[in-house]
């Protein structure tokens, strides 16, 4: 179940409310890696609005771009699982901020938050914190630059941040990646060597199979 704010309650409850979708990238500098973030929304106008901290739940403030730099976001599926859900999200490829964002720092991976702001139709002013719809990663940015007379767009193609639970460790069992955490740990000195090891024990000899237990017979007499 989601949970709002009592303002956006109300608000849905009266069904007088103007949805709006506020986008947040947190990108990374080419040189050094450094942190870059920066918002757009679905409106007119640069304005600074209040959002719940997906990770958190706590309400900040931050400033978003509009003036048609967010063109358009598509459905947003909405489970209960883990399963790794995917949104396409198209920005501009004309204004200044989302020229800046997608080709003045690296995409590749950025955190993405989605976030859906409820306006009152009288005030036009926000009723309540923009609540999370969607936290993810950019996987696939895609910038088409357009020929004369021919269109070009920006589409970002967004993952879920369950995701992560797909992917795989590259670490190797070897002695080496086990030094990398720590120096005197020698559990997988001969994890390289031991399958070609053979063993001599009574008439029994040879390579011994991990795969299935091994009977070991002696030719010692069973004392009476």
């Not at 299935?212 to 009476?224: D, G």
Request: net charge negative; hydrophobic share 40%.
């Amino acid at each position: 179940m989601r949970a709002i704010s009592a303002e956006n309650y109300a608000a849905l409850q009266a069904r007088q409310l103007v949805a709006r979708d506020f986008i947040w990238f947190k990108a990374r500098t080419y040189d050094t890696g450094a942190q870059v973030e920066h918002g757009f929304w679905s409106d007119v106008g640069n304005v600074s609005a209040t959002v719940l901290n997906p990770e958190t739940g706590a309400e900040v403030t931050r400033n978003f771009e509009g003036a048609g730099s967010l063109i358009a976001i598509s459905d947003i599926p909405l489970v209960s699982n883990v399963t790794v859900r995917s949104v396409t999200v198209t920005l501009s490829q004309i204004d200044e901020g989302v020229a800046n964002l997608v080709r003045g720092y690296d995409l590749k991976q950025a955190r993405v938050e989605i976030f859906r702001g409820l306006f009152s139709p009288a005030t036009r002013k926000i009723v309540g914190p923009a609540f999370p719809r969607f936290v993810g990663f950019v996987d696939d940015p895609l910038i088409t630059t357009p020929a004369e007379n021919e269109d070009g767009s920006i589409v970002l193609t967004c993952v879920s941040h369950t995701q992560e639970m797909t992917r795989s460790n590259p670490d190797t069992r070897s002695n080496d990646s086990q030094k990398l955490r720590s120096a005197t740990d020698n559990f997988f000195q001969d994890a390289t060597t031991v399958g070609e090891w053979e063993l001599f024990w009574g008439t029994k000899s040879g390579k011994i199979a991990s795969s299935e237990p091994q009977r070991i017979t002696s030719n010692i007499p069973a004392s009476r």
